[in-house]
Nanobody
């Protein structure tokens, strides 16, 4: 079983920055793909960024060049640095951990971007 706890959300003006953190507890975390997803009201949950155990990353086109995902396996943590935030980035952001058929989610953290 894996538990994920996000933090770092909040209110920021357009153009500003936020850093989300996700602390994980459980077994074999350094073998998990870790990712950040977001879901706005009335929309489907979408992948924002993903990082593999080896550090390979993948980003949604809408955040490329603005967001950076990183992980610290020693701390069982994954981070999302969000720069140049836009109003359309406002959403609930969820941390995700995946290993094979096992898929885990955090409770989400709200990001609000004012224009």
């Amino acid at each position: 079983q894996v538990q994920l706890v996000e933090s770092g959300g909040g209110l920021v003006q357009a153009g500003g920055s936020l850093r989300l953190s996700c602390l994980a507890s459980g077994s074999f975390l350094n073998m998990h793909d870790m990712g950040w997803y977001r879901q706005a009201p009335g929309k489907q949950r979408e992948l924002v960024a993903l990082i593999t155990p080896s550090g390979r990353t993948n980003y949604a086109d809408s955040v490329k060049g603005r967001f950076t995902i990183s992980r610290d396996n020693a701390k069982s943590a994954v981070y999302l640095q969000m720069n140049s935030l836009k109003p359309e980035d406002a959403s609930v952001y969820y941390c995700n951990s995946r290993l094979g058929a096992h898929n885990y989610w955090g409770q989400g953290t709200q990001v609000t971007v004012s224009s």
